[in-house]
């Protein structure tokens, strides 16, 4: 049984990359946040 990847790639891409976005938010949030308080804890 052949499976279009193309067609499938097509309908799932929308939710793919809100997933990503998702993701990647929160990754950048958590990021900031660990660099924000290091940046605190540290006297530069």
Partial sequence: MAID???L???LT???DEEVAKI???R???NAHR???ATR???I
């Fill in 9 to 11: 790639s097509k309908r």
């Fill in 14 to 16: 929308p939710v793919m």
């Fill in 35 to 37: 660099y924000v308080r």
């Fill in 24 to 26: 990647v938010e929160a």
């Fill in 5 to 7: 990847l193309k067609a």
């Fill in 28 to 30: 950048t949030a958590a």
């Fill in 41 to 43: 804890t540290k006297t």
